[in-house]
């Protein structure tokens, strides 16, 4: 039973690997959804552990329709975090008609250079998610992390038995089960998906902030984000996720 934890810091990292992660996917800014981590922070986890890390290959916030030079540079971000110790990518592209994007989405995966790989949650916007899983096989994706084109893997029980069904039928990716996740959510799908045995979650806390003096108004960002708190993995309910998968084992 696969336990991928989402991190954005060397911290959560830390905590990460504390409470049992068998893999991180490794990002920046987890409050825009994800994107393409710093290649040093992929050097202080190193430096510390031999962990699986499979970076994530997103430019910028949005849609996952992507502009010609976009993919030039997510494919140089890919060969960057591959030489500073990445295992594997998460990577993914859609066209405007919501169909996998196959012809970029292989020169991602060709820039990857045999590491693993998995397609992001762009399956759960895309027009049709087993269609876009089968294509995801043929480009020799080994996972796809999904909600089960839902806002929550809860929310999305139907369509992910429909995968995890093409899964066992196909002999295809692994269905890496992500939003919302955990130890309850792992226990509460496990009686509706029996065949589920990969979960993705962060597992975050909020942590006060450590600032003494704070400037009310001044927004460094959208309005209405708090620079006050920040947002860090917590090793307790990664444990507790972990433990749930171990017992299921």
């Given at each position: 039973?696969?336990?991928?934890?989402?991190?954005d810091s060397l911290a959560s990292a830390r905590a990460a690997i504390?409470?049992?992660?068998?893999?991180?996917?490794?990002?920046?800014?987890?409050?825009?959804?994800?994107?393409?981590?710093?290649?040093?922070l992929l050097r202080q986890i190193r430096h510390e552990s031999d962990?699986?890390?499979?970076?994530?290959?997103?430019?910028?916030?949005?849609?996952?329709?992507?502009?010609?030079?976009?993919?030039?540079?997510?494919?140089?971000?890919?060969?960057?975090?591959?030489?500073?110790?990445?295992?594997?990518?998460?990577?993914?592209?859609?066209?405007?008609?919501?169909?996998?994007?196959?012809?970029?989405?292989?020169?991602?995966?060709?820039?990857?250079?045999?590491?693993?790989?998995?397609?992001?949650?762009?399956?759960?916007?895309?027009?049709?998610?087993?269609?876009?899983?089968?294509?995801?096989?043929?480009?020799?994706?080994?996972?796809?992390?999904?909600?089960?084109?839902?806002?929550?893997?809860?929310?999305?029980?139907?369509?992910?038995?429909?995968?995890?069904?093409?899964?066992?039928?196909?002999?295809?990716?692994?269905?890496?089960?992500?939003?919302?996740?955990?130890?309850?959510?792992?226990?509460?799908?496990?009686?509706?998906?029996?065949?589920?045995?990969?979960?993705?979650?962060?597992?975050?806390?909020?942590?006060?902030?450590?600032?003494?003096?704070?400037?009310?108004?001044?927004?460094?960002?959208?309005?209405?984000?708090?620079?006050?708190?920040?947002?860090?993995?917590?090793?307790?309910?990664?444990?507790?996720?972990?433990?749930?998968?171990?017992?299921?084992?």
């Amino acid at each position: 039973m696969l336990l991928e934890v989402c991190v954005d810091s060397l911290a959560s990292a830390r905590a990460a690997i504390a409470g049992g992660a068998d893999r991180l996917e490794l990002c920046s800014a987890l409050l825009a959804g994800g994107l393409t981590p710093y290649t040093e922070l992929l050097r202080q986890i190193r430096h510390e552990s031999d962990v699986a890390v499979r970076c994530l290959i997103r430019p910028r916030a949005g849609d996952f329709l992507y502009m010609p030079e976009e993919i030039e540079m997510m494919c140089a971000q890919i060969t960057e975090l591959r030489s500073a110790g990445a295992n594997g990518f998460v990577i993914g592209c859609l066209n405007p008609d919501g169909t996998l994007d196959c012809t970029a989405t292989a020169r991602l995966a060709k820039a990857a250079n045999s590491a693993g790989l998995t397609l992001h949650r762009a399956i759960d916007v895309s027009a049709d998610p087993l269609q876009t899983y089968r294509d995801a096989a043929a480009l020799g994706i080994d996972t796809v992390l999904t909600s089960g084109a839902a806002a929550s893997c809860v929310q999305g029980v139907d369509v992910l038995c429909s995968l995890l069904a093409e899964r066992d039928r196909t002999n295809g990716p692994e269905v890496l089960i992500g939003a919302g996740v955990n130890a309850g959510v792992i226990r509460q799908l496990s009686a509706a998906l029996p065949g589920a045995r990969a979960y993705h979650m962060s597992g975050k806390v909020e942590l006060e902030s450590r600032m003494v003096f704070r400037r009310e108004g001044v927004p460094m960002g959208l309005p209405g984000l708090d620079e006050w708190h920040i947002q860090q993995t917590d090793t307790a309910s990664v444990r507790a996720a972990r433990q749930v998968l171990d017992d299921l084992a």
